[in-house]
């Protein structure tokens, strides 16, 4: 799709022309509205006409610095950009956040998945068939400068599950924000992992039942239902399999363990067996048997209510004590409602 260009005033250079004015301005009545859209819709009753595929620009009167380098912070009011995909007869509406809309139905192949944080960004920002356009992407890059080990069992990834395993790993979460950048004469709307410091430092608190909490585990990569495995490798010479095989698991020290040279008593060692079996026309690494009998990798994740003496901002990166258990993260989302904020924490993972 060819975007329609904009001279800047200055210097005339061309750039593709920024957000249009607004088709009309309204109020949000009785809303639930969701800063980052991680896992759930917004919705809110319209005070004006709004149809299915409108792009809604949430306002507020709260401050929301970016840094964009480790010297440059640049001030701007909180917005939020939704797009509609639902109203009923009473012009109540379901709203999708703009950056999750974007990637909707979009995946890509497991086998080019590799290496930093910043890979799986750039595979994010930089497809070619998102729903919507966009400007530009920003980010931190000493917080994307991350190596990342992207376990995943398919062939491809959608690329929602790909930029959720990201976050988690970064603690951080994509905000849509509109920023002129080339000086043109309407701002361009850009995507960003960007928070109002450049080095984030970790807050701690802790949480009781007055703010309401409610903690749910999620497995963020799914692996392996088994805890033993039976390796058949090849003989190379007559190109048969042996007929006693080597077995593995994995000790409560995560490491690898080779049974018929285990020497322990056991109490290490999974409990219950739950064995598969393997052949292989060659001898794997210890890191393909490793990811047969690895369990699944799950995350905490707490909702609570906003504490008014102690505020937490989208994508703080915090540790959290809670019913006597610490949890270190961030802060993923934010509800606002007419009459309470409530806060999603994501606890940390290493994939």
Known sequence: MERDKEANPITGNLYPKGIPSPRGRGVLLDYEVFQTGYEFTSSATMTIPCYVGDVVEVLT???????????????????????????????????????????????????????????????????????????????NWDETNMEIKYNMKADTVEMKDLAKATFAKIELQPITFAYNMTGVSSPQLQVGLLTDEWTRHRKELRIDEVQNPTIEKVVVTERSNYNFVKTF??????????????????????????????????????ELRITKTMFYDEQPTDAQIKSEVTGDSTISKIYFNQNKLYPLQVNDRVRIWYDGTMYDGHIADRSLTPDSQRLTFIEGTSL
């Open 61 to 139: 009167t709260e401050d929301n610095s970016l840094a964009t380098t480790e010297s440059n912070v640049f001030s701007q009011r909180l917005s939020m950009w939704f797009v509609i995909t639902d109203v009923d007869e009473d012009n109540r509406v379901v709203m999708q956040n703009y950056f999750w809309y974007m990637i909707e139905g979009s995946s890509y192949p497991t086998a080019q998945i590799y290496g930093w944080a910043s890979t799986g960004w750039n595979i994010v920002t930089t497809l070619s068939n998102h729903q919507v356009m966009y400007w530009g992407s920003m980010a």
């Open 233 to 270: 490798v090849k003989d190379a010479g007559n190109d048969k399999y042996p007929i006693s095989g080597e077995t593995y698991t994995i000790n409560t020290s995560g490491n690898l363990v080779k049974m018929s040279t285990y020497n322990g008593d056991g109490r290490d060692l999974p």
